[in-house]
């Protein structure tokens, strides 16, 4: 039976863009969240108040809703279990996210499951970095990355030389989830692709898109990403190896690295809705919030095809400490053809946060076509 109520832990933009969808589907929404302001308050049939990581406030949750899924990472998987032990279906299943909270682990998953990731090395505390760096065969640059709990660039930094690694790391002794060494990758592109798993193990993907990233932050994806045949048909594969080895049910974001030889690499996993399938709320006959209820209840896969021949998404950052909504630059925004803006309500605004989205419909499958849409927004969104 379709299961009709879906308790969400977490209540930011991703879960407030389940909204529509759960409409469409006749699925009400039960929201864990610690905000009164966060974005999915005003779409949810019921609110719990509480952190993410509130395993009592879980179980509340888990008493109106039929199945429970996740926003976001930050949960204690360990409070988490023995919910699942007294019956509570928790999708993606808890077991499948054990390995991927944190990046080491999930580094080393991804490694053992036979798929490419970039070389890599655990820096435990009490070792000391230069030796790390001279036995793994690594070199500078390498990627230093916090083990847990960063997204959207934070905990991750580009280090050049062995002082900079020691200074980083002196003053950083404190975080306990430790860190993770790797070797920086020179792409040609970073791709992404969204992946969903039914019940019954079907697997579908959207488009492989390619992201751009500023200061570590997604700014650009262009759908589809212009790449050679064989490179999307590798990352659909990698895409079904992955959840079907998982053995998960709902969405999946994977963020990859096209090499100049053509070679691509596994960069990062994220076990739900994700930012580079946010095309898809106007760009896919399937969005990716729809598909991921249609997963977790149930139901049948929806059909990614996209409805034109291409799209661009930008993402509104905040570029400055302010209380504003922006209405005039999300007007004029609006005046530039086949333009779909989405405004995540937050009554904040900071440098780097995502406040909204943009999404352009495009009639030709054209890069630099797509590259002068971004910037005509960039320069309405960043103006003074």
């Known amino acids: 039976m379709a299961r009709k109520r879906v308790g969400i832990i977490g209540g930011g933009q991703l879960a407030w863009m389940m909204g529509s969808a759960a409409k469409t589907l006749g699925v009400e929404l039960v929201i864990q969240t610690p905000g009164t302001n966060d974005p999915a308050v005003s779409i949810a049939k019921e609110i719990i108040f509480a952190p993410v990581d509130d395993a009592n406030a879980t179980a509340k949750l888990a008493q109106r809703c039929d199945v429970i899924t996740f926003e976001n990472e930050f949960v204690n998987l360990d409070a988490l279990s023995k919910l699942a032990e007294q019956g509570v279906c928790f999708r993606p299943r808890l077991e499948a996210l054990i390995p991927l909270l944190d990046k080491y682990h999930q580094r080393c998953y991804l490694r053992d499951l036979g798929l490419p990731v970039p070389k890599f090395v655990d820096i435990s505390q009490g070792l000391k970095s230069a030796e790390v760096i001279s036995s793994s065969g690594l070199g500078f640059p390498v990627v230093l990355k916090a083990r847990r709990h960063g997204y959207d660039g934070q905990g991750t930094f580009i280090i050049k030389e062995q002082s900079h690694l020691d200074q980083k790391l002196d003053s950083d002794s404190k975080n306990v989830s430790g860190f993770l060494l790797e070797e920086y990758v020179p792409f040609e592109r970073e791709l992404a692709v969204i992946a969903a798993r039914s019940t019954n193990g079907e697997v579908v993907t959207y488009p492989v898109v390619e992201t751009q990233q500023e200061e570590q932050v997604c700014r650009r994806v262009i759908a589809p990403a212009e790449i050679p045949e064989q490179v999307a048909l590798k990352i659909?594969?990698?895409?079904?190896?992955?959840?079907?080895?998982?053995?998960?049910?709902?969405?999946?974001?994977?963020?990859?690295?096209?090499?100049?030889?053509?070679?691509?690499?596994?960069?990062?996993?994220?076990?739900?809705?994700?930012?580079?399938?946010?095309?898809?709320?106007?760009?896919?006959?399937?969005?990716?919030?729809?598909?991921?209820?249609?997963?977790?209840?149930?139901?049948?896969?929806?059909?990614?095809?996209?409805?034109?021949?291409?799209?661009?998404?930008?993402?509104?950052?905040?570029?400055?400490?302010?209380?504003?909504?922006?209405?005039?630059?999300?007007?004029?925004?609006?005046?530039?053809?086949?333009?779909?803006?989405?405004?995540?309500?937050?009554?904040?605004?900071?440098?780097?946060?995502?406040?909204?989205?943009?999404?352009?419909?495009?009639?030709?499958p054209n890069r630099d076509r797509a590259m002068a849409t971004a910037r005509e927004i960039e320069s309405i969104w960043y103006s003074k």
């Not at 999946?252 to 053509?262: C, Y």
């Not at 960069?267 to 095309?279: C, I």
């Not at 990716?288 to 509104?316: K, W, Y």
Request: aromatic residues 6%; proline residues 3%.
């Open 236 to 364: 659909e594969d990698i895409a079904c190896t992955l959840l079907n080895s998982l053995q998960v049910v709902g969405i999946f974001g994977i963020e990859l690295f096209l090499r100049e030889d053509g070679k691509v690499l596994v960069n990062e996993l994220a076990p739900r809705t994700h930012n580079s399938g946010h095309f898809s709320l106007d760009a896919c006959k399937t969005s990716q919030f729809e598909q991921h209820l249609r997963a977790v209840c149930d139901r049948t896969l929806g059909n990614t095809a996209m409805i034109s021949p291409s799209a661009v998404m930008v993402n509104l950052l905040g570029y400055e400490n302010s209380q504003s909504d922006y209405t005039g630059k999300r007007q004029q925004i609006e005046q530039i053809p086949q333009a779909y803006v989405h405004w995540y309500g937050k009554n904040e605004s900071r440098p780097g946060r995502k406040l909204g989205h943009v999404t352009v419909l495009l009639d030709s």
